[in-house]
């Protein structure tokens, strides 16, 4: 008989488990402690608008249905929204599903892929599952992306260039015009993968999103959004990617399952986008608290990166993994980094006022 090892593709071997972080109920068994402050996965605590879960209540009636695999309706309220062309849109299983979809349909053994580093790891894994070979583009010394390193890469043919802007989890974007730089040096034949997953936060500083700037000139690109984040739908799962073309949106549905967006996201999608307000008043408590959260840290003494997304990074000095495990008693999650390099680094999200005390009040302590 043979053993697993031996019937997986060899790719599969060398692929770690996802960091996907602890649940509250994970502490709840291992600490006995009160208040649970969750902040390692960058979700929203404020959650969708009461009119998203009104909604969703209703749609329950039609769960024996199948899903429309289409997303007709979110298709055409999201082109209005975002005034596009509706054909451009292809949905996912939160846009992690679209990074997958997007590495298998494009990356063949041996495909160069630049990137940046420290990365978000499934911009890497999935290219490395099918094959690809990951050029990272590390930050700079002050955290911020290093856009002359990053020119020099995107000039040399590459399958793709794929990076999040903001970045994950550093935090650090390319403003109007590094973006328009960096657009204008990636070689031709490149499909550009721009992960906007923390757009909305990002909306209020000094960034433009791809859609701003990317036209038929740029060749294949692909916008990724997500309803995780800002929009504060993180176990509903869904996700977007706007494509350059038809040709391109239509090879990407042929590679996602029919049905990957299920119903109860399709409708809590078109709700919170009808609700958009609630989602921006909540953005700029959190863009407001980051700030109060940045000027600790620096009071502190940590070194920690300018962030356009809903958390920050900092560098502890110590073992990230030792002092996560210290917040964590004390009923905090945080995300401690691991890749190498960075592995002294911790993510925070922001969240509501109380979180955000309760993990100053640990780190004070801890530090
Ligand atoms: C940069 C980036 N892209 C994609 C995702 C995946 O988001 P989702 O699959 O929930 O849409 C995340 C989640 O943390 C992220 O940080």
Redesign the pocket.
Known sequence: MQTVEKILRPALNDLSPYNAGLSISDIRKMYDVERIAKLG??ENPFGPAPEVLAQLASGMNELYLYPESNAGKLRSVLAEYLDLDENSLVFGN????L?SIISRSVVEPGDRVVTLYPS?P?HEDYVRLMGGIIEPVTVTNELAIDIDKLVDAVKQPAKMLIF?NPM?PVGAWLSPTELKAILAATHPDTLIVL?E?YHEYASEGDYASGLEYLTPENGNWIVLR?F?KAWGL?GM?I?FGVCSSLALRSALDLTRTPFNINSLAQTAAISAIEQHTYMKHHVALTNAAKQKVELELAAIGLKHAKSLGNFLFFDTGRSSVEVAGQFLKMGTIVKPWKQRGFDTFIRVSIGKDEENEQFLQNLRMIM
């Open positions: 996965s960058n939160g846009s992690e599903e990074l978000f499934l999040a994950n992960d997953a997500t995780s993180a799962r996700g």
